[in-house]
């Protein structure tokens, strides 16, 4: 069982950043893979970024290449996802997601691959 909370969301103007935090506990004796996805109001939840266990690979929706990135430090059990040249379309909450195990997901973006999920956190970029 893996706890998942994500911190760091706000308000930021168009072309502003922001760094998310996904914090993991539980019981686990490997680090998983974690996904970030997020939500709009009346969209469906879409993948965002997906990073590996080791942290060694990483998979990026073509929404948010060049401009997000994601990254893990596995002595803190976080994962963070640095968003750049933010866009009032990237408006969202944001969420971060793990598998039950610690296979990477195929598909890396499928809701359905995710077991844990965090609350989610607000990001809303302003025009």
């Known amino acids: 069982q893996l706890q998942l909370v994500e911190s760091g969301g706000g308000l930021v103007q168009s072309g502003g950043s922001l760094r998310l935090s996904c914090e993991v506990s539980?019981?686990?004796?490997?680090?998983?893979?974690i996904g970030w996805f997020r939500q709009a109001p009346g969209k469906e939840r879409e993948g965002v970024l997906c990073?590996?266990?080791?942290?060694?690979?990483?998979s990026y929706a073509d929404s948010v290449k060049g401009r997000f990135t994601i990254s893990r430090d596995n002595a803190k059990n976080t994962v963070y996802l640095q968003m750049n040249s933010l866009k009032p379309e990237d408006t969202a909450v944001y969420y971060c997601a793990s598998p039950y195990g610690t296979w990477y997901p195929d598909p890396w973006n499928l809701v359905s691959q995710y077991d844990y999920w965090g609350q989610g956190t607000q990001v809303t970029v302003s025009s």
């Open positions: 990073i590996s266990g080791s942290g060694n690979s990483a």
């Open positions: 539980g019981s686990t004796s490997e680090p998983h893979a």
